[in-house]
């Protein structure tokens, strides 16, 4: 096929999938113009596109968005690399040891179930409102993901290449340098994945909750105290978008610069949220 | 993410003590003991980290007759599965019925699925204070929340039912003169039943979790999320503790107990192992 279609066709499945989604918006507008829905409630696309300029600071105002923007990022970021610190070496050790793994999943079970954000109450207990409490409950977020995925990554490694490595005389250095992390990294990739998507999920929560002046959840929240709906919409579409670009360009990137260049095969990807 | 696999077979001992039994209970009782231990002896705060045993008295009076309100931890568990049940149900009507409008029909590709992947990226939880506007403070709040959190997997799982499922199955059907709705009342139903199964599955573990933030937010009386955060207000522990405890050890029973009670059921009556 010459180029030029095949650009064609990559234009034709974009529009496809654009189209629904600019339907919905569509109707939604009319509905809010028309006088269907209520636009204190359910304020048009084209209010919440305006809010959105005027939060950017595109009209002269301050520019607030990026302020909340950028805490949020700080907190989920942080949250996740605590997360990583702390479900990396946790899940080479419970990967490792089948004896230790049966030890401690009881409690494992026990927490699994668990929101991270039912622990906010005592934390707000503990170390009040502030970053301190958001960044844990975010870590305890994100943390499950990254060492259940390291556990599986160590584990599916199994024990021959290990003995390979051994029987020629390598150190236990050696088998974790050169067998078990190279062996586990697409598990690990994964489970970055989903730390920080889940670090990034629980964040609005506990913004929500214990916040004091910045983050999009603080902003979601005190908005709706002014019924500035716009603003809340803004928020919302942010932090879906901020979720997004985290996955495929972040994450997305990561991947197709190790997994899929050194890796034969696609490492199973996880579940959502 | 199920941890217990089967244990290697050993040999069997006169009096081998069950292992699988042993080990939940040295494990949490060497973590709760120590607690306890340590919050008696003044090691860590007793306020911060009252003692498991104190913790289970205030639940056990809180979940009594004298209670304040009386049986009040029972109501918001009542109440917590109530807009559980609610939610999920929900999500398991509308969300099979969207799977299968994509799944089976163009038109329902065509529409839903751009539209699901601009809405999935959302974080269930941000959809709370919007929704509190459109419903107010109200249980309907929380049971569209869990309904958010649930219905993806189903519709995921529905819809992944379908894709696996053989053309030749069709085509059998087909040949032997089968109607549409004879189709879907015998091939197409069986065939993604395992699928629906395992997406209520991770469904209702994402919608307890959501439910129990949801109510710490939305909630305007009783809930198992409201009661731990109005205790957070009044700076009391034990409840605080014991709501989590409750939480916990519910999630655990309707994941493994009620869940995979069907998950069981239908994987020994239909033979299909769905992997994720």
């Known amino acids: 096929?010459?180029?030029?279609?095949?650009?064609?066709?990559?234009?034709?499945?974009?529009?496809?999938?654009?189209?629904?989604?600019?339907?919905?918006?569509?109707?939604?507008?009319?509905?809010?113009?028309?006088?269907?829905?209520?636009?204190?409630?359910l304020p048009a696309p084209s209010t919440i596109l305006a809010r959105a300029v005027e939060l950017l600071g595109l009209t002269g105002e301050r520019a607030v968005l990026f302020g909340h923007i950028g805490a949020s990022l700080k907190r989920a970021l942080l949250?996740?690399?605590?997360?990583?610190?702390?479900?990396?070496?946790?899940?080479?050790?419970?990967?490792?040891?089948?004896?230790?793994?049966?030890?401690?999943?009881?409690?494992?079970?026990?927490?699994?179930?668990?929101?991270?954000?039912?622990?906010?109450?005592?934390?707000?207990v503990v170390f009040g409102p502030g970053d301190l409490t958001i960044v844990i409950v975010c870590f305890l977020g994100a943390v499950f993901p990254v060492l259940y995925s390291t556990m599986q990554g160590v584990r599916?490694?199994?024990t021959q290449p290990v003995w390979v490595v051994r029987s020629m005389g390598g150190s236990r250095l050696d088998v974790?340098?050169?067998?078990?992390?190279p062996a586990s990294l697409p598990a690990l990739i994964t489970g970055?994945?989903?730390?920080?998507?889940?670090?990034?999920?629980?964040?609005?929560?506990?913004?929500?909750?214990a916040a004091l002046s910045s983050g999009l959840g603080y902003m979601i929240f005190s908005a709706r105290s002014y019924m500035d709906v716009s603003t809340m919409f803004v928020g919302v579409v942010c932090l879906a978008a901020i979720g997004m670009a985290i996955e495929h360009l972040l994450f997305g990137t990561l991947e197709r610069a190790t997994i899929h260049r050194w890796y034969v095969r696609d490492a199973g990807t996880g579940g959502r949220q | 993410m199920t941890m217990e696999t089967a244990a290697a077979p050993r040999r069997a001992r006169p009096f081998a003590l069950p292992m699988a039994l042993v080990r939940p209970v040295v494990s949490l009782g060497l973590l709760f003991g120590l607690w306890e231990i340590a919050a008696r002896t003044g090691t860590i705060s007793a306020f911060l980290f009252p003692p498991?045993?104190?913790?289970?008295?205030?639940?056990?009076?809180?979940?009594?007759?004298?209670?304040?309100?009386?049986?009040?931890?029972?109501?918001d568990i009542a109440l917590s599965l109530y807009r559980l049940l609610a939610g999920v149900g929900l999500a398991l009507v509308l969300g099979s019925l969207i799977g299968l409008a994509i799944g089976l029909t163009r038109w329902g590709r065509a529409i839903f699925k751009p539209i699901i992947s601009a809405?999935?990226?959302?974080?269930?939880?941000?959809?709370?204070?919007?929704?509190?506007?459109?419903?107010?403070?109200?249980?309907?709040?929380?049971?569209?929340?869990?309904?958010?959190?649930?219905?993806?997997?189903?519709?995921?799982?529905?819809?992944?039912?379908?894709?696996?499922?053989?053309?030749?199955?069709?085509?059998?059907?087909?040949?032997?003169?089968?109607?549409r709705i004879q189709t879907l009342r015998y091939v197409i139903v069986p065939g993604i039943l395992p699928y629906l199964i395992t997406g209520l599955k991770l469904?209702?573990?994402?919608?307890?979790?959501?439910?129990?933030?949801?109510?710490?937010?939305?909630?305007?009386?009783?809930?198992?999320?409201f009661m731990i955060y109005d205790a957070q207000e009044y700076m009391d522990m034990k409840s605080i503790y014991g709501g989590i405890l409750t939480i916990s050890v519910l999630g655990l029973l309707i994941e493994r107990g009620v869940v995979g009670a069907l998950e069981k059921r239908t994987i020994e009556k239909w033979g299909v192992n769905v992997e994720r």
């Open chain 2, 203 to 225: 469904g209702v573990g994402y919608a307890w979790r959501a439910l129990i933030a949801a109510e710490m937010l939305a909630a305007s009386s009783h809930g198992l999320g």
């Open chain 1, 176 to 181: 974790l340098r050169r067998v078990l992390i």
């Open chain 1, 1 to 41: 096929m010459p180029p030029g279609f095949r650009l064609f066709d990559r234009v034709i499945v974009v529009v496809q999938f654009l189209l629904p989604i600019l339907g919905l918006l569509l109707f939604w507008e009319l509905a809010v113009r028309t006088g269907l829905a209520q636009a204190s409630i």
């Open chain 1, 192 to 209: 970055f994945k989903l730390g920080m998507a889940h670090s990034w999920r629980t964040l609005v929560a506990a913004e929500m909750l």
């Open chain 2, 119 to 179: 809405i999935m990226p959302i974080p269930t939880l941000a959809w709370t204070p919007i929704l509190l506007l459109v419903f107010g403070i109200d249980n309907r709040t929380t049971i569209t929340v869990v309904f958010i959190a649930a219905s993806f997997e189903i519709i995921y799982n529905v819809v992944t039912g379908i894709e696996m499922m053989t053309r030749k199955t069709y085509w059998v059907a087909a040949s032997m003169g089968a109607s």
């Open chain 2, 52 to 75: 498991p045993t104190a913790i289970l008295a205030s639940l056990w009076v809180s979940a009594g007759p004298n209670g304040d309100p009386p049986f009040g931890t029972l109501l």
């Open chain 1, 156 to 158: 599916a490694c199994g």
């Open chain 1, 79 to 124: 949250a996740f690399a605590l997360a990583v610190a702390v479900g990396v070496p946790l899940g080479f050790l419970l990967g490792l040891s089948r004896e230790a793994q049966l030890w401690v999943s009881p409690i494992l079970s026990l927490m699994l179930p668990l929101p991270a954000v039912a622990w906010t109450p005592i934390l707000l």
